[in-house]
């Protein structure tokens, strides 16, 4: 059963803590992304990847820190210094930008909350 | 940089109406996506475009793409309670490997039974 997983669903964390979010994808996809959705709100971009062992800072990178070992994984860790880090995180994966689709497959996302 | 702009930001509709919202982007697109979110849900995709006024029906959904690639329309008929969320367009220029989908702000749609 391909897709995309993100975990845990909800998160709780005391302010001042890093937390890291799990995104894992068993598409073969190579591109992967991190946004934020605010309640009422678009998606902002966070960071991307578009192969192993390389990203790019999106929007709002900020605050965040991210990491691509395998293909397969994309974890993002919400840093202290994020201010606002309350939120819905989403995750999405994508073939690369040129192979005639810009689909993107999104995870079911986690809700930080942040005391 | 580059922006994508949706309009309405919300639509309320009885049951039954129509419902359209627009997307307009500042410069030319390579193409353009449209994408559900349910309440509460993810964004799924809907639907791809590509081609200069392209345009494409799924059932009682008809989405369009400008002669100028620079917007697009969703167009639902005879709305449904079923078609609550918000519906997001998302457009890349593909100037570059690196560029990105880029996301409109959305627009919310209820639907009044």
């Known amino acids: 059963d391909g897709g995309i997983t993100q975990s845990p669903k909800y998160l709780f964390r005391k302010e001042g803590q890093n937390v890291t979010l799990s995104c894992e994808q068993n598409l073969n996809h190579d591109a992967m992304y991190w946004y934020r959705q605010d309640p009422g709100q678009g998606l902002r971009l966070i960071y991307y990847s578009q192969i192993v062992n390389d990203f790019q800072k999106g929007d709002i990178a900020e605050g965040y820190s991210v990491s691509r070992e395998k293909k397969e994984s994309f974890p993002l860790t919400v840093t202290s210094a994020q201010k606002n880090p309350t939120a819905f995180y989403l995750c999405?994966?994508?073939?690369?930008?040129?192979?005639?689709?810009?689909?993107?497959?999104f995870g079911p996302g986690t809700r930080l909350t942040v005391l | 940089g580059q922006q994508v702009m949706q309009i309405p930001q919300y639509q309320h509709v009885q049951e039954g109406e129509d419902f359209t919202t627009y997307c307009n982007s500042s410069?030319?697109?390579?193409?353009i996506q449209w994408y559900k979110q349910r309440p509460g849900g993810h964004p799924v995709f809907l639907i791809q475009l590509v081609k200069s006024g392209e345009v494409k029906k799924q059932k009682r959904l008809t989405f369009q793409f400008g002669e100028a690639k620079k917007n697009s329309s969703l167009h639902i008929t005879a709305t449904q309670t079923t078609d609550v969320g918000t519906y997001f367009c998302?457009?890349?220029?593909?100037?570059?490997?690196?560029?990105?989908?880029?996301f409109g702000p959305g627009t919310s749609l209820s639907v009044i039974p």
């Open positions: 410069t030319t697109l390579s193409n």
């Open positions: 999405a994966s994508s073939l690369l930008p040129g192979l005639g689709t810009d689909t993107q497959y």
């Open positions: 998302a457009g890349n220029l593909r100037r570059t490997s690196y560029d990105k989908v880029i």
